[in-house]
């Protein structure tokens, strides 16, 4: 289903798990927020840890600060990462499959999509860029051209904007 072999690994259990067990919830945490910024998917060589690819004095992301990690590292501790491992990434073709043997199956409600421009899943193949009208006829895509992965962190007050216009045009 995806070209990237690191997304293929994250799809089975305890790959990406022996990867962050290596660090501390922090460093983790770090090292995906400095991955997924990029706009091309990050991939590990066959010998190599996914957070291999960052390198220990890689700088955060200038939207986020130490004390943004900390919160994140605090809440993650106490919840570990099992959930964020489960979706989206191991229940990807469950759903594929789940939709595509419903043919009737529409969210026939207002749904709203914003993407970063600069998010490397833009580029995947997936649902972001097939042809789902049939599937979500009252879909709304908007692209804030200079966002990535983390578009909501990046720009919280343009995301805020948008949402409050989208709910605003479904009030009733």
């Given at each position: 289903m995806f070209p990237s072999k690191s997304l293929i690994c994250s799809q089975r259990s305890g790959v990406p798990e022996a990867d962050f067990r290596r660090f501390d919830v922090a460093t983790v945490i770090k090292?995906?927020?400095?991955?997924?910024c990029n706009s091309d998917m990050p991939i590990a060589a066959k010998n190599e840890?996914?957070?291999d690819l960052v390198k220990d004095d890689d700088p955060l992301p200038p939207w986020m600060t130490e004390d943004?990690?900390?919160v994140y590292a605090d809440l993650y501790g106490k919840s570990t990462f099992e959930y964020p491992m489960q979706v989206p990434y191991r229940c990807l073709e469950i759903v594929d499959t789940r939709i595509a043997s419903r043919q009737n199956f529409v969210i026939n409600r207002p749904v709203l999509l914003i993407l970063g421009g600069k998010d490397y899943a833009i580029k995947l193949g997936n649902m972001i860029n097939q042809d789902n009208s049939?599937?979500?006829?009252?879909?709304?895509?908007?692209h804030i051209e200079d966002g990535n992965r983390f578009v909501q962190e990046q720009f919280p007050q343009e995301v805020n904007e948008i949402i409050i216009e989208f709910l605003g045009s479904i009030s009733t």
């Open positions: 090292k995906i927020y400095i991955l997924f840890q996914t957070l943004d990690l900390r049939h599937l979500l006829p009252q879909l709304k895509v908007v």
